[in-house]
């Protein structure tokens, strides 16, 4: 059944109204909080557990989204300890980030303040509930969640153990609001112009066009990894093995997988001793024509297939992978260029030269030497948790964590200052 404008109108009138009364939390509350839910989702894991159920009940275990949707003990475990992580930082509120005294007296000074209510539209990741709700909450942010109907029962379950924990440490529940599953939903947050203050898109690369296509709301895209990794014609063979296996397949699901291996022409020869691992995982590898032939009869013939040019540039988040050979650095920075969603990119290489003109010359969130891709992660960086991973410029890039979900605003200080022209 629609629900009308003065439904969504009023829902996110509260939202705003608790975004105002966040900003006034202490810090020893805003982490007793949190610390609070990391117990209580552990005491009520079976609940969880249970809903989450629900949902995978509905999907395919083949669907690459299964993994994503999936939740387990160890999965709610580290929820939990991320939980505890954002509650032990810094609060980055109130931060003095410049001051200065006028040759008339004023003082100014900037400090740092929440976002406000920050709006994110997310697909089947219910763990995303969590993180978002604790990076806003810290930051002295409403958020207003619009889950994909995949994680329907999962965001249920999880926005009511959060909504325990606010109400028994009297804060407003509508703090965090999960909106319903419906194309109008999302329609009605993309139109709250005047409630919301920014729109953040977790997911597939569909998802966040649409979003940015027909939001009325400032919008930070995050989310979709078109992923590669370069390998020179200096890199190390054990460490390109390594480092293509664990980007490939530590889990498909995420965008900060492996997509595309780029290989330098004169590395040919090692390429069946470089994706060798990835047989095991039972890798379908698409491969141009010249790694095609240095594969054949070195990779299992039903997981070798020639590519075509739509395998370039796609964000599989499946046990697929693409292979373009290179004639040198230059062409590899090229096609990375032409096909990147500016995520995360890696080189490999022994070259400090290449490795040098790689870092400073692709244009990406995050950009890599001698290291998997499957390291852009907020928790990974020292963010504690993280929001999304920011592939746009302005404001924010790379993994969102606390500092990333504010801005800041200029305290004037006077004596009876005035101005006349």
């Known amino acids: 059944m629609a629900l009308s404008t003065d439904y969504y109108r009023s829902v996110f009138s509260a939202v705003r109204e608790a975004s105002r009364v966040l900003v006034g939390l ?14 209580e989702l552990l005491l009520q894991q079976a609940d969880l557990l249970l809903a989450n159920a629900r949902d995978l009940e509905r999907m395919s275990a083949l669907d690459p989204k299964y993994d994503r949707l999936q939740l387990t003990p160890a999965r709610v475990a580290a929820i939990a300890d991320d939980l505890r992580n954002v509650a032990e930082l810094a609060s980055p509120l109130g931060k003095v980030m410049s001051t200065q005294l006028l040759d008339n007296g004023l003082s100014i000074s900037k400090i740092s303040v929440p976002l406000g209510v920050v709006g994110v539209v997310y697909e089947a990741r219910p763990n995303v509930t969590f993180d978002v709700f604790a990076i806003c909450f810290k930051s002295g942010n409403a958020c207003l969640l619009k889950g994909g109907s995949d994680a329907e029962f999962s965001n249920i379950a999880a926005v009511n153990i959060i909504r325990q924990v606010l109400a028994r440490h009297q804060v407003r529940g509508e703090s965090v609001t999960l909106l319903p599953t419906s194309r109008e939903a999302t329609e009605a947050l993309l139109n709250a112009t005047g409630y919301v203050d920014v729109i953040i898109p977790r997911g597939s690369q569909g998802l966040i066009e649409y979003v940015r296509a027909n939001s009325r709301v400032p919008v930070i895209e995050t989310g979709a990894g078109i992923v590669h990794t370069y390998v020179d014609e200096s890199a190390n063979l054990a460490k390109t093995r390594a480092i293509v296996f664990n980007a490939k397949t530590r889990r498909v699901s995420v965008c900060n997988a492996l997509d595309c291996l780029l290989v330098h022409q004169a590395r040919l020869p090692d390429l069946p001793a470089i994706v060798e691992p990835l047989a095991t995982k039972e890798v379908q590898i698409f491969a141009d024509a010249r790694a095609y032939d240095a594969l054949a009869g070195h990779y299992p013939s039903a997981l070798l297939h020639p590519a075509l040019p739509a395998h370039f540039g796609t964000e599989f988040l499946d046990y697929k992978m693409a292979i373009q050979t290179v004639n040198d650095i230059d062409q590899a920075m090229q096609h990375i260029a032409t096909h990147s969603s500016k995520h995360s990119e890696a080189i490999v290489a022994e070259d400090p030269v290449a490795v040098a003109l790689f870092l400073r010359g692709v244009d990406a969130a995050a950009v890599y030497a001698n290291a998997s891709t499957a390291f852009t992660d907020g928790a990974q960086f020292g963010l504690g948790a ?10 924010a890039r790379g993994p969102m964590g606390l500092a990333e979900m504010t801005s800041y605003k200029w305290l004037v200080r006077g004596d009876g200052h005035v101005r006349w022209p």
Do not use: C, Y
């Open 26 to 39: 202490e810090p020893a509350t805003v982490d007793a909080v949190l610390a609070d839910l990391a117990d």
């Open 386 to 395: 993280e929001i999304g991973i920011s592939t746009q410029k302005l404001h």
